[in-house]
């Protein structure tokens, strides 16, 4: 199975701070990456798919980069409805893997 | 809408089995495949298995087989997954969610509710 791995596995920020949340994964998965955004007691949120292709719907400071092993998340101005888990998901082969979660808390 | 709505919470003993049900609306349901993905309380997500629901073929975790099956009624749009051997770590929020390689490269685009199985004696 792929591992995918997230760091930081949580982080404190401001609104209006820059954040980025990095994915690695155990062998390449191409472009075959994803983000999801979780808030407490909901269904996880597609946020990007493809490592770099923004779902329809979601604003545009999220922004996602990286192929291979290597993917970046970024939100360039942290709003305070962002703060929530954010889970990197492979679907290049099965098992579909996600990373372990990154939570993004108040500072 | 895309919409994907799941059967209500359960509780079951340890041992019996649960079967959870996930109808789809407002898309072609045989064009994507339907995946299961639950999550225990305070953990992440982990990927169960999927279902094509064109052929009804399924791909499953290593660690669920044996123990899941998942079908689907394609004259209803829903697709099930049913766990057998229930355990007190099976206890989780069980999602279903829906992915097309040919359009969001496999990611998972739209997600459940979400269905709560409780297992306690």
């Known amino acids: 199975d792929i591992q995918m791995t997230q760091s930081p596995p949580s982080l404190s920020a401001s609104v209006g701070d820059r954040v980025t949340i990095t994915c690695r994964a155990s062998?390449?998965?191409?472009?075959?990456l994803s983000w999801h955004q979780q808030k407490p007691g909901k269904a996880p949120k597609l946020l990007i798919y493809?490592?770099?292709s923004l779902q329809s719907g979601v604003p545009s400071r999220f922004s996602g980069s990286g192929s291979g092993t290597d993917f970046t998340l970024t939100i360039s101005s942290l709003q305070p409805e962002d703060f929530a888990t954010y889970y990197c998901?492979?679907?290049?082969?099965?098992?579909?893997?996600f990373g372990q979660g990154t939570k993004v808390d108040i500072k | 809408q895309v919409q994907l709505v799941q059967s209500g919470a359960e509780v079951k003993k340890p041992g019996a089995s649960v079967k959870v049900s996930c109808k789809a609306s407002?898309?072609?349901?045989?064009?994507?495949?339907m995946h299961w993905v639950r999550q225990a309380p305070g953990q992440g997500l982990e990927w169960m298995g999927r279902?094509?629901?064109?052929?009804?073929?399924?791909d499953f975790a290593q660690k669920f087989q044996g123990r899941v099956t998942m079908t689907r009624d394609t004259s209803i749009n829903t697709g099930y997954m049913d766990l057998s051997s229930l355990r007190s770590d099976d206890t989780a929020v069980y999602y279903c969610?829906?992915?097309?390689?040919?359009?969001?490269?496999?990611?998972?685009?739209?997600w459940g509710q979400g269905t709560l199985v409780t297992v306690s004696s």
């Open positions: 969610t829906r992915a097309a390689v040919a359009v969001t490269g496999g990611a998972f685009d739209t």
């Open positions: 493809a490592a770099s």
């Open positions: 407002g898309y072609t349901f045989t064009g994507y495949y």
């Open positions: 062998q390449s998965v191409r472009s075959y």
């Open positions: 279902i094509n629901p064109n052929s009804g073929g399924t």
């Open positions: 998901q492979q679907s290049y082969t099965i098992p579909d893997t």
